[in-house]
């Protein structure tokens, strides 16, 4: 008998008589139980795991290629013995065109980035952008036709107990499903000197070599992380960056001002998503295109062009690969009204950029002057330095891996105890000078490296 259908056969004997009809009854019973019961096996096995995996699963990628690796540290510029290995990861389409979020690391110093699509078809990617910060990175293929993208749940209302769902291309066995609970949020977990991860999500949810980049799913199918790490030794114990976390970083490396040297001048940032979705309106840039457009800040943008906004991201994606003078509609949401405005892009010109501190516009740095009495663990003859208070996504001093708390002593030959000294050192090695050496103190521990400031 085929897999999936059930066949009765009666003998029908002609007759009209109390007993034949009694008997096409109960046959007639029997074959509705029957189908009925194989009905409900089959619906019972498609489980909300199976539903979430399907509807997820064709926006996994594999990511795979050759790189070289490094002896010793590089921020101590000790390059030692190098050594070629063929890499391994997992990607997850955010862009229908083709754009994929991966791990930095995944893709770091991959010569050829090798991405292999859930049915099989390959692709050469490139490298679009990256932030050594967060360990992240969105690379681009062209796949000629319109990709299936990954649903992006929130990180913002994850619960300690809740199932979870890992899904990548671990040790090579591409699209594998590991499934876990989240065991614990907010964890802070060191890899090596230069990297540390600040707010990610612990699952026991089995996580390999290979896995890294790929995205960890409610039951619901929705990416709720993107995983990044298994602590070395230890079983059960996996990790994952915060959706939420991963999805604004993904807005700064695909902000059209950086990828199309175009500008609307909107400045936002998540808005609430209940009762509405949409992006909230922190700043309109002075003098941008949106600065005409009526918007104003507090405003709730929830479509472009029709196109639904629900985040950052969205706004960069409707925008991406637009060109200047094009204009766009948006609709946004002021004190429960709806209102429709048009914006014209421009290109973005590169010396009308912000007025914020040196250091800020041209490092990425935030910085406080300390003395050297209150360095932190540290015992030193430095006069005072800057300790970092925040790092900027995607510049020069996220490239170099500068993190929250290091103290930057020195750069270039002089030393570094006000932003002062920083304006100074960057007007002095302006112009077709754009590597600046640095010193920074990271728990007592000396470091230097380069600045790399964007042209």
Known sequence: MPRGRVDLFVRWAPGNDARSQRALLVATTLACMLLASHSRASELRRTAFVRAIDRARPSVVNIDGQKTLHGGDRSRAHAEEERQVHGMGTGVI?????????????????????????????FLADLVAHDVATDLAIVKIDALRTLTTVPVGTSSDLMTGEPVIAVGNAYGYD???????ISALHRRVRVSDLQEYEDLIQTDASINPGNSGGPLLNIDGEMIGINVAVRAGAHGIGFAIPADIAMDVAAEMLNIRRVDRNW????????????????????????????????????????????????????????????????????????????????????????GGSRTDPAWRELGLRLKPVRGDEFPQSQTNYRGGLEVLAVRPLSPAAEQGIRRGDILVGMHIYETVSLENVEYVLKQNSGDQRQVKYYILRAAEPFYGFFLRKP
């Open 94 to 122: 955010i862009d229908e065109r083709g754009y994929i979020m991966t791990n930095h690391h995944v893709v770091d110093g991959v010569r050829q980035i090798h991405v292999t699509l859930e049915d099989g078809r390959e």
């Open 175 to 181: 699209h594998t499903v590991t499934r876990g609970i």
């Open 264 to 351: 609307h001048g909107l400045v936002v940032e998540p808005g609430p998503r209940e009762p509405r979705p949409g992006v909230m309106v922190r700043k309109i840039e002075n003098a941008s295109p949106a600065a005409t457009s009526g918007l104003t800040p507090g405003d709730l943008i929830t479509s472009v062009d029709h196109r639904r906004v629900e985040r950052p991201l969205d706004l960069e994606l409707a925008l991406l690969g637009r060109n200047a003078g094009e204009s766009f509609e948006v609709t946004a949401m002021r004190e429960n009204q709806e209102i429709k405005t048009k914006v014209v892009l421009a290109q973005w010109n590169t010396s």
